[in-house]
T-cell receptor, first 112, second 112 residues
Framework: DGGITQSPKYLFRKEGQNVTLSCEQNLNHDAMYWYRQDPGQGLRLIYYSQIVNDFQKGDIAEGYSVSREKKESFPLTVTSAQKNPTAFYLC???????????FGEGSRLTVL | GQQVMQIPQYQHVQEGEDFTTYCNSSTTLSNIQWYKQRPGGHPVFLIQLVKSGEVKKQKRLTFQFGEAKKNSSLHITATQTTDVGTYFC????????????FGKGTKLSVKP
């Protein structure tokens, strides 16, 4: 089946540790995105990539890093510099020429 | 930066009642998208509106884009318990999907 797979679904980490969230898509989409969702808030863009080996910062990129070495994969690292990392992280993809975003099921990160 | 205001934040209705959520922008939009997120789930694309004054229907859902392309609404007729969830608008101010700005969402609860 075509879709976006995020892992892990739940993750617990101690303060000061870096964490990497995986996002893989087999939709052959060029563009991929990472959003953060906090309770009662909309989705805020962290990073996006329109093509392999290229990515741009979103509104809240500080404390996060990404890579796009393959079209199918867009991992997100939450670094120790992110002051409030506990949140629900959503990965999405879209074809360059259309607007629809396809979301993964999300990764819920809790920092203890 | 750009902001899109979405109201109301919460709406509690009796099953069978109608429901409407509104999104407003101070500047003209390129297009607007609507997403639904079920409790514990991920956002799912509903529709995209592009043209001034556009009206689209999906069964009991009616989507409108204002004449000035600064506001939009989603109306559900005769709500059902399956309509429960949070409805988000996502405003595109032009350019790439990296310019998509999500509203904070309207959380709909339906009492049977």
């Amino acid at each position: 089946d075509g879709g976006i797979t995020q892992s892990p679904k739940y993750l617990f980490r101690k303060e000061g540790q870096n964490v990497t969230l995986s996002c893989e898509q087999n939709l052959n989409h060029d563009a991929m995105y990472w959003y953060r969702q906090d309770p009662g808030q909309g989705l805020r863009l962290i990073y996006y990539s329109q093509i392999v080996n290229d990515f741009q910062k979103g509104d809240i990129a500080e404390g996060y890093s990404v890579s796009r070495e393959k079209k199918e994969s867009f991992p997100l690292t939450v670094t120790s510099a992110q002051k409030n990392p506990t949140a629900f992280y959503l990965c999405a993809s879209s074809m360059r020429s259309t607007g629809e975003l396809f979301f993964g099921e999300g990764s819920r990160l809790t920092v203890l | 930066g750009q902001q899109v205001m979405q109201i109301p934040q919460y709406q509690h209705v009796q099953e069978g009642e109608d429901f409407t959520t509104y999104c407003n922008s101070s500047t003209t939009l390129s297009n607007i998208q609507w997403y639904k997120q079920r409790p514990g789930g991920h956002p799912v694309f509903l529709i995209q509106l592009v043209k001034s004054g556009e009206v689209k229907k999906q069964k009991r859902l009616t989507f409108q884009f204002g004449e000035a392309k600064k506001n939009s609404s989603l109306h559900i007729t005769a709500t059902q318990t399956t309509d429960v969830g949070t409805y988000f608008c996502a405003a595109n101010y032009g350019g790439s999907q990296g310019n998509l700005i999500f509203g904070k969402g309207t959380k709909l609860s339906v009492k049977p």
